[in-house]
């Protein structure tokens, strides 16, 4: 049976782990509206990663935490609780390593973070 791609079960992982009430958007996309908090997986990178074994790689995704209100004061006290409760969720797993955490703006109506993330694989999971 063939193990599913790193993506995929960084996407089930934050499925099973985050609270239920979020959406868990399993591919990069863009959206016009955004009914409860959002949490996109967006790989970008894979390299080989320095002093391991060749096989070994590093994936590096954007994990896009996006607020679902428009109101500024809002949005801003809401990121506050969310952001903490899924640098917690990472900080529990094992094998996956964040990094920084940057507020962004998700289109012109609403704000988020972008939390970087790494995961090391070997090149059968790719």
């Known amino acids: 049976m063939a193990i599913a791609h790193p993506r995929k079960q960084l996407a089930e992982y934050l499925a099973e782990h985050c609270p239920k009430t979020w959406l868990i958007v399993p591919e990069q996309r863009t959206f016009d509206a955004v009914g409860k908090t959002t949490l996109v997986v967006k ?3 894979v390299t080989r ?3 391991a074994p060749i096989g070994i ?3 590096e995704f954007t994990l896009t935490l996006v607020s679902r209100f428009k109101n500024i004061a809002a949005a801003e006290d809401d990121l506050d609780a969310r952001l903490d409760e899924l640098l917690q969720v990472l900080d529990a797993a094992g094998g996956i390593k ?3 955490a940057d507020k962004v703006a998700v289109t012109e109506t609403y704000l988020g973070y972008d939390v ?3 995961i090391n694989t070997t090149k059968e999971n790719l």
């Open 43 to 45: 790989q970008h990178r």
């Open 49 to 51: 990663t320095s002093a």
């Open 57 to 59: 790689r590093t994936v």
């Open 98 to 100: 964040w990094t920084t």
């Open 116 to 118: 970087e993330v790494e």
